[in-house]
């Protein structure tokens, strides 16, 4: 059983390119982070029900990766959304964290008509082909048909959480306003700010006001690229918004960079992450996604 304190989760040491860079949804690594650090976090599959999974949108479907307690039906939800490389072993990883905790946790691949993001070995070629492509509105459907899978199958979407790292992390500000069901969200180093485009017309600090339910955000005080002073925004937009966004809280981690919680590379901070992971947990249970 994972304890969230993370005790439990033993780092495995003998990653290499070959036995990781693969295709399957929620397994391998991105090739543009290889090679993959000492530290990363191996959470096992006993008691889960864990793998890929078909999602259907539209008159077609994405893929997804699930994992759940086996044999459970009625579990809370947490959706888990990805940074730019996709749903790969540690996104994979954090869904079954959530899911020793009881959650069925869904971590959908929304980059997928674009691209392989996994594929990848040059992030600058990534963002331009893959993740600068990806409508907003893409992805608040292929979240709300994600939902839809869960409620269909053994989730209590009525308990309702998101969380999402970096790229991942705006998109969980998104949808915590997109969808009113949405009771919690915990957003990690997600952009807050930024010019409006056709394919991203709104960011966070646009929507905010309007949240539904709080907003956890989990911050790094060193991170270049998300200035402190676009917290400030964020956070007096959320001071004149909704009772839910009054509710919102941020945390920042001094001296912390980017990708702080990515525990397969080298941004990795152990302490703010297991901070970030128990204040995750306690979030969700605090505010009905328990």
């Given at each position: 059983?994972?304890?969230?304190?993370?005790?439990?989760?033993?780092?495995?040491?003998?990653?290499?390119?070959?036995?990781?860079?693969?295709?399957?949804?929620?397994?391998?690594?991105?090739?543009?982070?290889?090679?993959?650090?000492?530290?990363?976090i191996t959470t096992d599959t006993a008691g889960l029900t864990a793998g890929e999974i078909k999602i259907p949108v539209g008159g077609s479907h994405i893929p997804g990766y699930r994992a759940a307690p086996a044999g459970k039906t009625g579990l809370p939800v947490i959706?888990?959304?990805?940074?730019?490389?996709?749903?790969?072993?540690?996104?994979?990883?954090?869904?079954?964290?959530?899911?020793?905790?009881?959650?069925?946790?869904?971590?959908?691949?929304?980059?997928?008509?674009?691209?392989?993001?996994?594929?990848?070995?040059?992030?600058?070629?990534?963002?331009?082909?893959?993740?600068?492509?990806?409508?907003?509105?893409?992805?608040?459907?292929?979240?709300?048909?994600?939902?839809?899978?869960?409620?269909?199958?053994?989730?209590?979407?009525?308990?309702?959480?998101?969380?999402?790292?970096?790229?991942?992390?705006?998109?969980?500000?998104?949808?915590?306003?997109?969808?009113?069901?949405?009771?919690?969200?915990?957003?990690?180093?997600?952009?807050?700010?930024?010019?409006?485009?056709?394919?991203?017309?709104?960011?966070?600090?646009?929507?905010?006001?309007?949240?539904?339910?709080?907003?956890?955000?989990?911050?790094?005080?060193?991170?270049?690229?998300?200035?402190?002073?676009?917290?400030?925004?964020?956070?007096?937009?959320?001071?004149?918004?909704?009772?839910?966004?009054?509710?919102?809280?941020?945390?920042?981690?001094?001296?912390?960079?980017?990708?702080?919680?990515?525990?397969?590379?080298?941004?990795?901070?152990?302490?703010?992450?297991?901070?970030?992971?128990?204040?995750?947990?306690?979030?969700?249970?605090?505010?009905?996604?328990?």
């Open positions: 059983m994972l304890r969230s304190d993370l005790d439990s989760l033993t780092p495995t040491r003998d990653f290499t390119r070959r036995g990781f860079v693969q295709t399957a949804v929620g397994s391998g690594f991105a090739a543009a982070v290889l090679p993959v650090s000492a530290q990363t959706l888990v959304l990805s940074e730019i490389f996709g749903v790969h072993e540690h996104i994979a990883d954090v869904a079954r964290r959530f899911a020793k905790l009881g959650y069925l946790a869904i971590a959908p691949e929304l980059f997928v008509r674009q691209g392989d993001a996994k594929a990848y070995s040059d992030i600058t070629k990534l963002m331009s082909e893959v993740v600068s492509k990806v409508p907003d509105e893409q992805v608040l459907g292929d979240l709300d048909a994600t939902v839809a899978w869960a409620k269909a199958n053994g989730g209590d979407t009525a308990r309702l959480g998101v969380t999402g790292f970096c790229w991942g992390g705006r998109q969980a500000w998104l949808y915590a306003a997109h969808n009113p069901g949405v009771k919690a969200t915990v957003a990690w180093y997600g952009r807050l700010v930024g010019a409006a485009s056709p394919l991203t017309p709104k960011q966070p600090v646009d929507v905010a006001a309007k949240l539904s339910g709080p907003v956890l955000g989990l911050y790094g005080g060193a991170d270049a690229g998300i200035p402190l002073d676009t917290i400030d925004k964020m956070k007096a937009v959320l001071a004149s918004g909704s009772a839910a966004a009054k509710r919102s809280e941020f945390v920042v981690y001094p001296d912390t960079p980017h990708a702080f919680n990515a525990d397969y590379r080298p941004s990795y901070r152990k302490e703010a992450a297991e901070d970030g992971w128990k204040r995750a947990v306690a979030w969700f249970k605090a505010n009905g996604v328990a």
